[in-house]
């Protein structure tokens, strides 16, 4: 599944935060990331209710929500560069000060980058999904994901890395891989192949491939 990354330009006010969780809802729909949905929208409106605090409503900002490796990262962009975000410890009985503390309570990390030109206030959150680490743009690792995708549209029960409902554990996609594995054998099996010998050449080419690649 590519994820692509987006982006909306608004105006930091009150009313523009329902529709900033709506279009976060939709997105991490069509993601396959729905379990994500009410930490990133509470993510999106305390960092915009930042902005309209600190920094003053009708502040031209950005909402931009992309993957960053298997975290889902959100990022909030306005032109002040001084007004920093800070952890504050909130009265009990206070209105305010708390935002921070809920993003930071919520997510595996956040942060502030300052730029030229705009300081972006981000935070991330762990998906779950698989990441290959170091595999970059390798086409083998392409075809498999696009199969598993393919695989579970044939079998609705089938739960591959990317499409399963809540936070797919590795074991639970590692299960996914070994059962379209399986079907393949059983494949060969019944047209008469030699399993064994299809295994081992399967295991040749990978331990090649892992060399030629240095790893």
Known sequence: MVRTPWTVEFTAREEEVAALRRRVREHLGSWGLRDL??????????????VITHVGAGTPTTLAVLMNGSSLRIEVHDPDTRALPT????????EGGRGMALVEAI?????????EDRKVTWCELATGLLEFAG????????????LLNMYATLRPQFCSYERGPGRVS???AEESVIDVITDFLRWLRAHGCDVEEVLDHAQS???TAL?????
Do not use: M, Y
């Open 87 to 94: 952890l504050v410890a909130a009265e009990v009985d206070g």
């Open 37 to 50: 949905v009410d930490e990133a929208q509470l993510c999106v409106s305390e960092l915009v209710a930042n």
């Open 107 to 115: 997510t595996d990390r956040w942060g502030v980058q300052l730029r």
């Open 211 to 215: 060399s030629a690649s240095g790893r």
């Open 135 to 146: 595999d970059g743009h390798d086409p083998s690792v392409t075809r498999a994901e696009a």
């Open 205 to 207: 080419r990978f331990e």
């Open 170 to 172: 590795r074991a639970v």
